[in-house]
């Protein structure tokens, strides 16, 4: 079964700086999909970026950035100039293509969660 | 506004009392799920639906029940809570679960709280 692995409980980051939390998966798949959620103090699942395995190239959105390592099966995530309302804890899950068995049978297996704590 | 509606947001109920929590979805999307959020645990899938009248199990169904009979709704069924399933729990949609590019559309989550 796929699994996903975010190492750090708890970051904290002063505003305006960059934070990178980490991810990494195991899977035997060639093809698959990498999202980050956001889920701040209101309980929301936000989705904040997604990354098609086949593509090399890493892919942003605004401040946010993923470094994508598919040979390490590393997933990270960079925050750029922090803000307040970044605060939140943060979930990396892997989506398998249909007929997988990846993804908590065809859905997203998440990972633990980062907490991001925003120094003003 | 296309969202997935949870109800209700917060549920205390009694050991063995049977509840039901509604997911209703407005974008006529083809594939549901529920998870539940527990501390340290992340989301777990519990059951998903690929589309009307088919269901199947994900990672911790036991105590769970899940029906869908339209599109729009997929209601989660606990017949007999007990502790253990005192946690917070999310419904989600995506447009087809053929489509695994398609992100999910997140519920505002519903905590129960079993005593």
């Known amino acids: 079964a796929q699994t996903v692995t975010q190492s750090q409980p708890e970051m904290s980051v002063q505003e305006a700086e960059t934070v990178t939390l980490s991810c990494t998966y195991d899977?035997?798949?060639?093809?698959?999909?990498l999202f980050w959620y956001k889920q701040p103090p209101s309980r929301q699942m936000i989705l904040v970026i997604r990354?098609?395995?086949?593509?090399?190239q890493n892919a942003t959105e605004n401040r946010f950035s993923v470094n994508f390592q598919k040979a390490a099966k590393s997933f990270s995530l960079k925050i750029s100039d922090s803000q307040l309302g970044d605060a939140a804890m943060y979930f990396c899950?892997?989506?398998?293509?249909?007929?997988?068995?990846?993804?908590?049978?065809?859905?997203?297996?998440f990972g633990k969660g980062t907490h991001l704590i925003i120094q003003p | 506004e296309a969202q997935v509606t949870q109800n209700p947001r917060y549920l205390i109920t009694v050991t063995g009392k049977k509840l039901t929590v509604t997911c209703s979805q407005n974008?006529?999307?083809?594939?549901m799920s529920w998870y539940r959020q527990d501390p340290g645990l992340g989301l777990r899938q519990i059951y998903y639906?690929?589309?009307?009248?088919?269901?199947d199990k994900g990672d911790v169904p036991e105590g769970y029940k899940v029906s869908r009979k339209e599109k729009r709704n997929f209601p989660l069924i606990l017949e007999s809570p007990s502790p253990n399933q005192t946690s917070l729990y999310f419904c989600?949609?995506?447009?087809?679960?053929?489509?695994?590019?398609?992100?999910?559309?997140f519920g505002n989550g519903t905590r129960l709280t079993v005593t």
């Open positions: 899977t035997s798949e060639s093809d698959y999909y």
């Open positions: 990354q098609e395995a086949y593509k090399q």
């Open positions: 974008m006529n999307h083809e594939y």
């Open positions: 639906s690929m589309n009307v009248e088919v269901t």
């Open positions: 989600a949609s995506s447009l087809s679960g053929q489509q695994y590019n398609s992100p999910l559309h």
């Open positions: 899950a892997y989506r398998s293509p249909p007929g997988g068995r990846g993804g908590g049978a065809d859905g997203l297996t």
